[in-house]
């Protein structure tokens, strides 16, 4: 039986007093705006009845980038008003991985059959990657990861020999190495440069900072000189991860309204006009 203390307070619950949302409120207004547009949407889908299928695995992916970029962009907005504009800059590097992956499969149509089967089961290479670290390497790792691993080890190995037709592959039949890495064998730099994406929408922020610890930190953290350390920072990038937030959205929400003609292009076009002068007006 649950003996859970619904009056306890948890620290971690507690927000820092910043409330950014007061100082910006015309940007957080707006990412209102994208989240009830995102929710109309999901609704226009589950009234159409739409369904995932393994014939139309574009679709699929379609389905899948409308509430992980939502969920995305509301750890945002929470973020960005407590002040806590790294974390938020790293969910925002999510949101253009996808935009940018939907992008660059869409660009081709000769190649968007072949490429979709590659994203779709590249889940398969990176078990059977796992699975080769924990038994090469099991000191590496916990005790209960490597014994996932082996418990798993022959549906892993299964579903790898199924999936290595949809890849390039050596003379011997094992896939090429760029494609061990990532699903079309490039980074996600390469991603996007190929994908047709604007320059103007790739924010300069996501790739210029590190997303997880490195020595880019150092400076952002401590003033080598004086020994100060800075606990809160940047808080004046709010606007500019929002804006970026909005535009990379919106392309997503493009993707699901023609996919599944779900006839939300006039709303969406009001709300983009509404982030180009709020953009504009950020950067004049």
């Not at 739409?50 to 973020?79: A, R, Y």
């Not at 699903?183 to 996007?192: A, F, V």
């Not at 401590?222 to 929002?242: A, F, I, M, R, W």
């Amino acid at each position: 039986m649950s003996m859970i203390d619904k009056n306890k307070e948890y620290t971690c619950l507690i927000n820092p007093n910043f409330q950014l949302s007061k100082q910006y409120p015309k940007y957080f207004e707006l990412i209102d705006e994208l989240i009830i547009l995102f929710d109309k949407i999901q609704e226009g889908v589950s009234r159409k009845g739409i369904k995932p299928s393994p014939e139309n695995l574009f679709q699929v992916i379609v389905l899948v980038s409308g509430p992980k970029t939502m969920n995305s962009v509301l750890s945002i907005g929470h973020l960005c008003d407590q002040g806590l504009t790294e974390d938020a800059r790293s969910v925002l590097r999510k949101i253009l991985e996808v935009s940018g992956t939907l992008s660059y499969l869409k660009k081709d149509d000769e190649k968007i059959e072949e490429r979709v089967k590659r994203f779709f089961h590249f889940g398969s290479i990176e078990n059977k990657m796992s699975l080769v670290l924990t038994e090469k390497y099991p000191e590496r790792f916990s005790e209960y990861i490597v014994e996932y691993f082996g418990r798993k080890k022959q549906e892993f190995e299964t579903a790898y020999n199924y999936v290595k037709q949809f890849y390039p592959r050596k003379n011997n039949g094992d896939i090429k190495g760029d494609f061990h890495r990532h699903w079309d064998g490039k980074s996600l730099t390469r991603i996007i440069l190929e994908s047709g994406m604007s320059k103007e929408l790739v924010p300069f922020s996501v790739f210029s900072h590190s997303t997880h610890f490195s020595a880019s930190d150092i400076g952002s953290y401590v003033n080598l000189e004086s020994g100060e350390v800075y606990t809160k920072h940047n808080l004046d990038e709010v606007p500019h991860l929002l804006i970026s937030t909005l535009k990379l959205s919106i392309i997503i929400m493009q993707f699901l309204d023609l996919e599944f003609n779900l006839d939300f292009e006039k709303p969406i076009l009001v709300l983009l006009d509404k982030v180009s002068i709020a953009d504009k007006r950020l950067n004049s």
